[in-house]
């Protein structure tokens, strides 16, 4: 069964930094394109950042590129998404997912998620 399960998520107050973490398992780690999603209220769920089974490929929505960092440690079954320079408009729950493509920015590419976990960003 594949469990994906993040933490690191808070309230923090515009300008901060928050560092997101997912672990992974019961799939094969290093063969999976990972991503990180998130959902506001009352919004859809949007692609936020992705990176390819050797680390070797990253994107970023325009809107967090040049803040976010995504990163994985295949050692540790882990994706991590460093988040600075936070924004209100950063408010949401995060998501993380795995794809059996090498990389992918598109939702519906994925195939397993975690449950998510909220980032508050306070003005």
């Not at 990176?51 to 970023?60: E, H, K, Q």
């Amino acid at each position: 069964q594949v469990q994906l399960v993040e933490s690191g998520g808070g309230l923090v107050q515009a300008g901060g930094s928050l560092r997101l973490s997912c672990a992974a398992s019961g799939l094969t780690f290093t063969s999976s394109g990972l991503g990180w999603f998130r959902q506001a209220p009352g919004k859809e769920r949007e692609f936020v950042a992705a990176i390819s089974w050797n680390g070797r490929s990253t994107g970023y929505a325009d809107s967090v590129k040049g803040r976010f960092t995504v990163s994985r440690d295949n050692a540790k079954n882990t994706v991590y998404l460093q988040m600075n320079s936070l924004k209100p408009e950063d408010t949401a729950v995060y998501y993380c997912a795995a794809s059996s493509s090498y990389y992918t920015t598109l939702v519906g590419r994925y195939d397993h998620w975690g449950q998510g976990t909220q980032v508050t960003v306070s003005s």
